[in-house]
């Protein structure tokens, strides 16, 4: 059985998440997200900024209040599988703001749909995500 690595290390090793893992490094997160936990990740894959301008992530990445805001409504708390989200109705995000969650047909997450999911590390769980999360 292989060690299951941290948050950052398997988002790294999957490679579906580089504009994610820019903003943690931008916003100095790398560290909390590869030692604290657990914590749960609705991490967008890169696809999802693709029908973001550039610019406007350009300016996204220079306003680190923006930046952090939006990074903080895709984590949650805890570790939570997808079993477990087909059982909820809403998690409370470390923004302090609330996602939906609804089960029918897949799991979504707000308008989000998640299409990998159970992503599991040793502190936390990662489900990748097929749109960008806005509080």
Do not use: W
């Not at 470390?94 to 799991?107: F, P, Q």
């Amino acid at each position: 059985m292989t060690e299951l690595k941290n948050l950052i290390a398997t988002a790294r090793e999957k490679g579906s998440f580089p504009t994610l893992l820019q903003a943690a490094e931008k916003l100095g997160l790398i560290g909390k997200y590869s030692n604290e936990g657990p914590f749960t990740i609705f991490a967008p894959v890169e696809s999802a900024f693709e029908p973001i301008p550039d610019e406007v992530i350009d300016e996204s990445f220079d306003d680190h209040g923006y930046l952090l805001g939006i990074i903080n409504y895709h984590i949650v708390e805890g570790k939570y599988s997808t079993s477990d989200l087909a059982s909820l109705s809403e998690l409370e995000t470390i923004s302090g703001n609330k996602l939906k969650i609804n089960a029918k047909d897949g799991i979504k997450v707000d308008t989000a749909r998640i299409i990998n999911g159970d992503i599991e590390c040793s502190n936390g769980m990662i489900h990748a995500i097929d749109e960008i999360l806005v509080p």
